[in-house]
């Protein structure tokens, strides 16, 4: 049914070529967005979509701010940061935070937050922001110590998505926050209209720090489910941006007129994870032979396939992580070129000159799961696809069910390692490999706060990783965006767009 | 006619309790409702945590139980991801479905009662094999194509109707014309149909003999035979309109109660699911027994039993 729509957009877009070009309307200062997906709550806590990611960055603030263009950290809500010891982490917020309702949001604020996020009885659904942290106290009221179970060495970028929740805001626990979010952040939520719209109004009282001053003044979320819909929205200027646009759809709208089309990279990855820990079974498993895995990975055309399907934005991936974040080394790793006649060979030798056939479970993408099959099944490998919903396929690979599992890694648009390989490779249940000897350096990497020796870690790991082809990474996830031509926007890599960044050209 | 509704009534629950725990096992069998809470880029130990915390750990049976009691008491229970109760999402979504359904049935039936009327009359003829041909059409067009057309015509090419939303009453022209246009073949055939039948009988021969106008016959008379299983059939597509709108609700971005349910499966967010089936179950009753009022109005036969 999706491809008989993607073909319908095509359709529209291609016999309305001629079409007046799109209504701008800078004039009121408002971006309207669509999206597919709306947060069901909006408290960053008791959310886990991406568009709930960025609804995070434009209402709330963190203590530090990623800088895009150089990679540092920046002081945002903190002014200072300095490790007291392995496990301590010591903040001083800065002075004249404001927050939405007019209350002045301090150290006791990120207390607060840190209490409420790690209490059981708040039931929070989003983890991932505060699961590295074992509690925080108070020493005055701009100065709080974090506390860590361990050394954690990640904890510059998760001190980044540490969403600072006023006091006032948390006594509404998980309804009152969704119904009444406050935040600090340089957008306030004037109405939330669930299926219907959010309105973010630009807060005038906005302390600036990392993030700058916000130009436009007003946002407008609106989930349109239908991709084409969204399409002709933007074509008659219902809409100011869209994205998610499918290869075929920005082919046809980079035609228009008034219409801007901007493809950029994420953090999310594509990957085909292998059995060989034999967690499925030993007997006839075919993924516990190296030279198996080592045939998967020549198998799959990853150029052909990004060049044909991926599109714009995308590129071949080599490493169980993406190379743009933190020990995600390049250097020195083993890279398994295209050769369907090698993949036979190294079948053929570890007994399989016939192929075997196989269970691929996938959830997302699938025509690009479709490739991968008929490039095994080329080489010999019928791999029947198990398609299913995230849980679902989650709880398959999970409760070993599945030997080969097609799969998407978002890495909560983290730029370090330790929130992908090490998700993968440190003996959790998604973990389908269970080498010890990888398991024990990425723990090193990520127990360490030495840059250095994490780095030195992680290279080894990533070696053994790819030396073994426990995985055939596919490619780095593209985005595209297509929006109002007098937008000035910028797409950023990690796949949350920064209207807070944006203006109009009038 | 009390004791009736009040049996209609009371099958209404059983069906709902039924269907609910039916589906109830079918969502928790068929994914993992913690893993849906923890979203795509939660840990295991996180999954873990919050299917503790949430008590997904527990049998399903004490969890359906749990949620069947409070039913049981008024009680439809709170979204596992919604801010809100369940009672609450769906009184806020009905309006939108229920305006959809109600002009997309009045939509189908003024497509589908001429047509078929006309072609029951002009029987064998080409007007009769264009008006079968428009059936064959309407049926087989996949819905979703037909508002993607719509869109294209009237929302792109022509720009007179807005493409998505529910903030108007022109939001809703494209999306009840797509509906009404899918059910109306089958109310245009069964129309046919029962008008060609009647139409042989010997009272309408008698009425004819009467010397009574053409226009009184079949209207006044031979319609009114007719439609009698084109009304239980109408309360019929007008509850299949209600829970069964998700892809125009998609494809029009309407926020009624068929995106809510397809939204709720996915997620698996139970007791939002749970208390839509119960609503849908009330829907069939409610609608067959108002089915069966109207019927009983036009036919006297139905009235003495």
New interface residues.
């Given amino acids: 049914m999706r491809r008989h729509f993607l073909g319908a957009v095509a359709l529209v877009a291609a016999l309305t070529a001629g079409a007046p070009a799109v209504l701008a309307q800078p004039a009121e200062n408002t971006i309207r967005w669509f999206s597919d997906t709306e947060p069901a709550n909006m408290s960053p806590y008791f959310n886990s979509t991406r568009e709930g990611v960025i609804f995070g960055f434009h209402v709330w603030d963190a203590p530090l701010y990623r800088n895009l263009q150089t990679g540092e950290y920046e002081m945002h809500l903190a002014e200072s940061v300095r490790i007291v010891d392995d496990t301590t982490i010591e903040l001083r917020i800065r002075d004249g935070i404001i927050a939405h309702n007019g209350d002045t949001v301090d150290a006791r604020d990120v207390v607060a937050t840190v209490e409420f996020a790690l209490d059981p009885a708040n039931q929070l659904t989003n983890l991932g922001r505060t699961r590295w942290l074992s509690g925080a106290e108070l020493v005055d009221n701009r100065t709080v110590r974090l506390r860590t179970p361990a050394p954690f060495g990640p904890w510059q970028e998760y001190l980044t998505t540490l969403l600072v929740i006023p006091r006032a805001s948390l006594a509404g626990g998980r309804d009152g926050m969704g119904r009444n979010p406050i935040g600090t952040g340089p957008y306030r939520v004037t109405e939330v209209s669930p299926g219907q719209r959010i309105v973010f109004e630009r807060f005038d009282r906005y302390f600036g720090g990392a993030k700058g001053q916000p130009e436009v003044e007003r946002l407008i979320f609106r989930r349109v489910p239908e991709a084409n819909t969204r399409v002709a929205e933007l074509l008659t200027g219902g809409v100011d941006w869209i994205w998610r646009v499918t290869p075929d759809q920005a082919r046809n709208l980079k035609r228009r007129r008034g219409v801007k089309v901007a493809s950029g990279g994420t953090v999310r990855f594509h990957y085909l994870q292998m059995d060989a820990a034999g967690r499925t079974g030993t007997e006839d498993n075919p993924f516990r032979d190296v030279r198996v895995r080592r045939a998967v990975n020549h198998a799959i055309d990853r150029e052909g396939i990004v060049r044909n399907l991926v599109g714009e934005g995308a590129d071949p991936l080599h490493t169980p992580c993406h190379p743009d974040q933190f020990g995600c080394v390049q250097e020195g790793i083993t890279r398994y070129e295209y050769n369907p006649a090698r993949a036979r060979e190294l079948l053929a030798e570890a007994g399989y000159p016939n192929g075997f056939t196989v269970t691929m479970g996938g959830y997302r993408e699938r025509p690009w799961g479709e490739a991968i099959i008929g490039n095994l099944r080329a080489v010999g490998i019928t791999a029947n696809l198990q398609w299913s919903q995230y849980d679902a396929y989650q709880r398959a690979t999970r409760e070993a069910q599945l030997r080969l599992a097609y799969g998407s890694w978002g890495s909560t648009s983290l730029f370090d390692i330790a929130n992908s390989t090490s998700y993968f490779f440190r003996g959790s249940a998604d973990d389908l490999t269970r080498d010890p000897e990888v398991m024990a350096l990425l723990e090193r990497g990520d127990n360490s706060t030495d840059p250095a020796a994490r780095r030195e870690a992680y290279t080894a790991a990533i070696r053994r990783i790819t030396e073994q082809a426990y995985w055939a990474p596919l490619w780095t996830f593209p985005l595209t965006y297509a929006y109002n031509a007098q937008l000035e926007f910028s797409p950023a890599p990690d796949e949350v767009p920064r209207f807070y960044r944006a203006r109009w050209n009038r | 006619m009390l004791r009736f509704t009040l049996r209609r009534l009371l099958l209404a629950v059983v069906v709902g309790i039924a269907v609910s725990a039916i589906a109830f096992m079918l969502l928790r069998i068929?994914?993992?409702?913690a893993?849906?809470?923890?979203?795509?880029?939660?840990?295991?130990?996180?999954v873990e945590?919050?299917r503790?915390?949430?008590g997904l750990n527990r049998p399903i049976i004490v969890q359906y139980g749990e949620w069947l009691w409070r039913a049981l008491q008024g009680d439809l229970g709170?979204?596992l991801?919604?801010?809100?109760s369940v009672a609450n999402?769906i009184v806020?979504?009905l309006p939108v479905t229920l305006s959809l359904a109600g002009m997309g049935l009045v939509i189908a039936i003024l497509i589908a009662l001429p047509l078929g009327i006309i072609a029951a009359l002009k029987r064998n003829t080409w007007v009769d094999r264009a008006a079968l041909g428009i059936a064959v059409i309407g049926q087989a067009m996949?819905n979703?194509?037909f508002g993607?057309l719509m869109?294209?015509l009237f929302?792109?090419?022509l720009?007179w109707l807005?493409?998505?939303?529910?903030d108007s009453f022109a939001h809703f022209i494209m999306p009840a014309i797509t509906l009404g246009w899918f059910s109306a073949p089958v109310l245009m055939r069964l129309t046919r149909g029962g008008m060609v039948e009647v139409m042989t009988s010997d009272y309408i021969r008698t009425a004819y003999a009467k010397g009574l106008p053409a226009r009184v016959v079949v209207l006044k008379h031979a319609l009114r035979n007719a439609i009698v299983p084109v009304v239980a059939l109408c309360s019929v597509q007008f509850g299949n309109m209600l829970s069964g709108s998700v892809v125009i609700e998609?494809?029009?971005?309407l926020?009624g109660i068929g995106?809510?349910a397809w939204e709720a499966i996915?997620?698996?967010d139970f007791p939002v699911v749970q208390g839509i089936l119960l609503l849908v179950a009330l829907f069939y009753v409610v609608l067959t027994l108002l089915a069966d009022i109207a019927n009983a109005w036009l036919d006297p036969r139905i009235r003495r039993g």
Avoid: K, N
Wanted: hydrophobic share 40%; charged share 20%.
């Fill in positions: 068929s994914g993992d409702l893993i849906a809470l923890a979203g795509e880029d939660a840990s295991p130990a996180d945590r919050i503790e915390e949430y709170r979204s991801f919604y801010p809100e999402l806020t979504r996949p979703f194509w993607l869109i294209f929302g792109l090419a720009g807005p493409i998505s939303g529910s998609t494809v029009f971005a926020q995106y809510l996915s997620r698996r």
